[in-house]
């Protein structure tokens, strides 16, 4: 059974159509990408998964159980995490009042602080910076504590909006590691990313949306070496 299940999903922005009846698997364990050109309903499907978007049609299971109708702070406490596009902290507060907000749906306070010294670990820059407003963090900082935000509710499924969006390469690189290490830690993650090459590289499995349709998915490794793929989208 699949941890997330997302079944003919449609949502309109107005009259457009964002969305086209989207169907989707992420197993337990998986990386899974979804990759596209912009416009092309990736985001969308995201907030929809998260419920911050409703939907004209469809339905989300996670975990067997059907969450279309769910609000957003309840998806949170069910095990979705979701670090949007733009990285979205606040500016004004400092880096550990930002994560601390990640942990909003919990009241197990002792577990909530092993997990702020857990996040330091992850991401010992932000332990350097714990009492500085997050606003004068360099992007790749503020990156990397919109993810380890997501991480303080404690989720099985972490849903990542273009990670590597306006970073240097070697802070994509560095991003990119820190991915792989939280899915080898038990993390499932589907991943919506810029970089369709890379996010490929470091995933399990491929979808491919184009105008808000799947039009090609399959094993990351195999569609690395479609020459339809590689042609239509990497420039192969």
């Known amino acids: ?47 929809g998964i998260s419920r911050l978007l409703g939907l004209k049609e469809g339905k989300i299971r996670f975990d067997g159980k059907d969450i279309t109708s769910a609000p957003p702070h309840a998806v949170v406490k069910m095990g979705i995490a979701h670090s949007p596009e733009g990285r979205q902290v606040l500016a004004r507060q400092s880096v550990e009042d930002n994560l601390l907000l990640g942990a909003y749906v919990r009241n197990d306070k002792s577990s909530i602080h092993e997990d702020l010294l857990r996040m330091y670990r992850l991401f010992p820059r932000l332990r350097e910076r714990k009492d500085q407003s997050a606003g004068t963090l360099s992007g ?80 990351s490794k195999e569609l690395l070496q479609d020459e339809r793929v590689l042609h239509a989208y990497l420039g192969g």
């Open 1 to 47: 059974m699949a941890l997330l299940e997302l079944e003919n999903l449609s949502i309109n922005y107005g009259a457009i159509q964002a969305l086209r009846k989207l169907s989707l698997e992420v197993h337990q364990g998986e990386i899974v990408t979804l990759i596209g050109a912009n416009g092309a309903g990736k985001s969308t499907t995201l907030r």
């Open 140 to 219: 790749g900082e503020q990156q990397m504590l919109a993810i380890a935000r997501a991480l303080m509710s404690r989720p099985r499924l972490l849903l990542l909006d273009e990670p590597s969006l306006g970073l240097a390469p070697l802070i994509v690189l560095e991003i990119f590691s820190i991915i792989r290490a939280l899915n080898e830690a038990g993390t499932t993650i589907l991943l919506v990313e810029q970089n369709a090459r890379l996010a490929m590289q470091h995933s399990h499995r491929t979808y491919l949306l184009e105008a808000g349709q799947i039009s090609f998915s399959g094993p």
